[in-house]
Structure formats: C-alpha cells, structure tokens
C-alpha cells in the first residue's frame, strides 16, 4: 500500500483495518502526482531548476524550492484528477455531513527505502470547499520541493523524483488531544 499511498496513508488504511476509529477521508494516489509531473515541460523545468541548486547556500535552495512551488501550483491539473479528488470530496461531504477537511501530506519513496519525512511537507486544515481542496492538494504536492524537502534530500542522496507525495483528505475532528508518535 505504501507505494501508492506513502507512509501515512498506508497507516491510516491499517489503522482503520485494524478496527481503530479513524476519521473519514480519502486518499490521492501516487500516481496523479506522478502524472502532474507528466505534464508538459514540468519536469524538465524543475530539473533545470535543481540543477541549478547550490546546496551550500541556504537562499539559494530557498530561491529554487520558491520557484519550483511557484511551478508546480500554476500548472493546470489534468481534468481526470481534478474529476476524481471532486467526486471523493463530494462523497465525503455526505459521509461527514458537510464537515471541514484537512488536506495532510503522505510520502513516499518509489523504491520504499523511505517513507517518513516528518515536517518536510505542508499540511492545510480547516478546508471548506472543493476549490480550496483541490489547490491545497496542489499545494501538498509543490512542499515536497520545501527548503526543509530539499535539503533533507540532498543531505541523505535521495533522488527528487523518487519521492512522491499522495494527499490525504481527512475530515476535520474536535479532538480533547493529540499526539505523534514515533
């Protein structure tokens, strides 16, 4: 499951498996962010980008991360993706009775060496509506290109490309606690 719903997916699917009270969501596959990266030109524009890096100089990796956000959030989502995320949300919506939604970044890595980057990528809560959904799961998917992102990765030699991100959607809940647990 990890490598179509990163880390925190595939553990929200277990713990709902192994009959723990999880909030409702859904989760965005691997895939759509991989067929973002399809689009033309995008990612040879932030190849170039990266190639142009020096990682030795914090604002410049800043400067670049920026850019390739910038990149990864003006470009227009296939309609399939935008249909699908849509439709989840809609069905979400009756389940929760119309309730605020998280969008809550899960990571992965192609070949599974990794699958936990804790604090590297963004994370939005509060979400009411389907356009809010949808361009923070844009948004989701342009941290993995965050400073922290960034120099995480060049610091453990984990190629770019080799990390996916695959939103999750997850009703908001009123919680007494919480807790992370590593």
């Excluded at 990149?71 to 119309?98: C, D, F, R």
């Excluded at 890595?109 to 923070?136: C, R, W």
Aim: glycine content about 8%.
């Amino acid at each position: 499951m990890k490598e179509f719903l990163g880390g925190k997916g595939a553990n929200l699917g277990h713990l709902l498996q192994a009959g723990f009270s999880v909030p409702p969501g859904f989760c965005i596959l691997a895939s759509a962010y991989d067929a973002v990266l399809e689009t033309p030109g995008l990612r040879d524009r932030i190849t170039f980008l990266l190639s142009e890096v020096y990682f030795y100089d914090p604002m410049d990796v800043d400067m670049a991360g920026s850019r390739i956000r910038e990149t990864i959030v003006s470009t227009p989502l296939p309609g399939p993706i935008v249909k699908e995320i849509a439709s989840a949300y809609q069905e979400l919506m009756v389940e929760t009775e119309g309730s605020l939604v998280a969008v809550r970044s899960s990571v992965g890595t192609k070949d599974l060496s990794v699958t936990s980057f804790p604090g590297q990528m963004d994370t939005y809560h509060n979400l009411s509506s389907e356009e809010e959904v949808i361009a923070k799961v844009k948004e989701c998917w342009a941290s993995a290109f965050s400073y922290r992102a960034l120099v995480s990765r060049h610091a453990r030699c984990i190629d770019h490309f080799d990390v996916f991100v695959a939103p999750v959607v997850q009703a908001m809940v009123a919680s007494e606690s919480a807790g992370v647990v590593f």
